[in-house]
């Protein structure tokens, strides 16, 4: 079915994460008519990226969001599991600590504390889902997904990674665009200063813990180190995350596809961009994770 299953995440440290599952319908592609496609007990990490259950869906698309959003996206991610079920993949969508429903407070948010989030998800589908793995990561989601490569990287088939955060630095510390400058810049600064915290578009509170991390990592490394296939789309208005940024870097890592949404911007959110964006990530997802069996 393509109706979500809410189910229970914990991370390492404890934080009980909000977190749904979408299976594909049966008789969706990559399953058959009258199997059960519900939970199974995982495959070995080492093999995960050419395992395929057979009988039950292709694999497990792991949706990862951004810096103020949750597991829904906005929206996006809702409807990009159910057009993955539709393609016989199973979706797991999941807030970060201190997001939505999850455990936690948003200005205790780290990078750290969302990598421990990313490591319980991959552990859950590993044990309990079927079948090749793959992540989504929007905007700053890519950045606990990156610097989670050097563990996460060889057990994945495929990863997408929409209008993602490459470089902290341009895109926080010395802000570049309109998004990061408004809440970057010196006012929200001296609020951090003064306060422990500092507040996304007026509403998402981030605190000191997580500004000082900024400077210590560079997702860019982590991500041209290795790592599997991916699709990088990128809207050209975007006022938030770089798409020059994301450009250059997609032309120097071979085993990356870049994909431009001529007009869109941060997000996707339009009614003309965002089916493109899903339709695009969709096809390419079950193309290459059911091609001989998820090695790709």
């Known amino acids: 079915m393509t109706d979500g299953q809410r189910v229970r995440v914990v991370a390492s440290d404890g934080v009980e994460l909000d977190a749904v599952v979408h299976r594909p319908a049966s008789g969706a592609p990559g399953t058959e008519s009258g199997t059960e496609s519900g939970t199974g007990a995982g495959t070995g990490a080492g093999s995960r990226p050419g395992t395929r259950s ?3 869906p292709e694999g497990t698309v792991l949706l990862v969001h951004g810096i103020s959003a949750d597991l829904d996206e906005g929206g996006a991610f809702v409807r990009l599991a159910q057009r993955l079920a539709e393609q016989g993949l199973t979706a ?8 939505g429903e999850s455990g936690g407070a948003p200005q205790g948010v780290t990078i ?3 990598m421990l989030d990313l490591a319980a998800v991959a552990a859950y589908a590993e044990r ?6 793959a992540v989504v990561a929007a905007s700053f989601g890519a950045v606990s997904t990156g610097l989670s490569m050097p563990w996460l990287g060889g057990r994945l088939a495929r990863l997408v ?5 490459l470089d902290l630095r341009r895109t926080f510390l010395e802000p570049e665009l309109p998004w990061g400058l408004a809440n970057f810049g010196p006012g929200p600064l001296k609020g951090l200063a003064e306060h422990g915290e500092l507040l996304i578009g007026g509403r998402f ?5 997580l500004f000082a991390e900024l400077a210590a990592h560079r997702p860019i490394d982590a991500y041209t180190a290795g790592g599997p296939p991916a699709l990088v789309l990128h809207g050209d208005r975007d006022d938030c995350v770089s798409f020059d940024i994301a450009r250059d870097v997609a032309a120097t890592v071979p085993h990356w596809e870049f994909r431009p949404l001529p007009g869109a911007g941060h997000g996707f959110h339009s009614p003309e961009h965002e089916p493109e964006a899903i339709a695009v990530t969709a096809r390419w997802l079950a193309r290459g994770m059911t091609a001989q069996g998820g090695t790709v």
């Open 54 to 56: 057979g009988t039950g």
């Open 92 to 99: 797991l969508r999941f807030s970060f600590r201190g997001h």
């Open 128 to 133: 309990e889902l079927p079948g090749p793995l």
């Open 161 to 165: 990674l929409w209008n993602p955060v």
């Open 205 to 209: 509170a981030l605190g000191r813990v």
């Open 112 to 114: 750290a504390g969302e």
